[in-house]
């Protein structure tokens, strides 16, 4: 479309193409290829500045960095993200990549630097700058606090599994119904932090409601936490809730075939 509208009216095609450009890194990350998914987040990125978006490639940073985070590059995740942190930049993209650094610091321990982060993020994205833009949200959209949800996806990396079932029973709970994808990213991580601080009946009855919707979102991302969730919960095979679920993870967890 952009190739074949005249140069005034060529941006607007151009901003569309890349916002699905971006939506398509998502999905590129979700089925697991995330060499895709960088490519696809950086053709966004090109196309939103040809568009005249000076933005949109800051957040691609942001996306970059949500790759290497499931990677477990902490190091990358934290200079990626402190790449979209600019002054210039809108309240929400400042925010978000504070996020990010935050949930890098958490990966290797850092609690200091990772509440700081936090604090920022709080800030920004509660600032009125971030809450009154007239252009399609960037990052999630059901997420009512997405600050309070990423403290308690760090308090686990950090440690600290009871707070964090804690943050992520209060966040999870105002997730709306139909968002299923959310619902099983953050519900996952909750079922995590509740195995993690020995509550393992009430981790494998919130695990076991995730799992019945899984099939209608699959989802690398989410596969990782679930992963992560049946190494924690091996520790408790003694446990009848555990071997009851034990069946229902590895169907999720098993390679699919055609």
Request: proline share 5%; net charge neutral; glycine share 8%.
């Amino acid at each position: 479309m952009a190739a074949d509208t005249p140069s005034a009216t060529r941006a607007p095609a151009l901003l569309l193409a890349s916002r699905f450009a971006e939506f398509t890194g998502w999905m590129a990350q979700e089925a697991g290829d995330s060499d895709a998914a960088l490519r696809w987040t950086g053709e966004a990125a090109e196309l939103a500045r040809v568009g005249g978006d000076p933005y949109l490639g800051s957040y691609a940073l942001v996306r970059r960095a949500l790759v290497t985070l499931y990677g477990g590059d902490a190091a990358s995740t934290v200079a990626l993200a402190r790449r979209a942190q600019s002054d210039e930049l809108p309240p929400r993209i400042r925010g978000l990549a504070a996020q990010r650094e935050a949930q890098g610091h958490a990966l290797v321990g850092d609690e200091r630097d990772c509440l700081r982060s936090l604090d920022r993020a709080r800030e920004l994205l509660d600032s009125d700058d971030a809450r009154s833009g007239t252009e399609p949200v960037i990052g999630t959209t059901h997420v009512s606090d997405p600050a309070a949800m990423t403290t308690g996806w760090c308090l686990h990396d950090l440690g600290r599994p009871k707070a964090a079932a804690e943050a992520l029973d209060q966040e999870c709970r105002r997730l709306p119904p139909h968002a299923l994808r959310t619902r099983a990213r953050y519900g996952f991580r909750r079922s995590l932090a509740h195995a993690a601080s020995g509550e393992v009946e009430h981790a494998c009855t919130i695990a076991g409601e995730l799992l019945a919707m899984m099939p209608a979102v699959p989802s690398a991302t989410v596969n990782s936490d679930v992963r992560r969730l049946a190494r924690e919960l091996s520790r408790f095979r003694s446990s009848r809730a555990v071997r009851d679920l034990q069946p229902a993870l590895a169907g999720v967890l098993a390679p699919a075939h055609d």
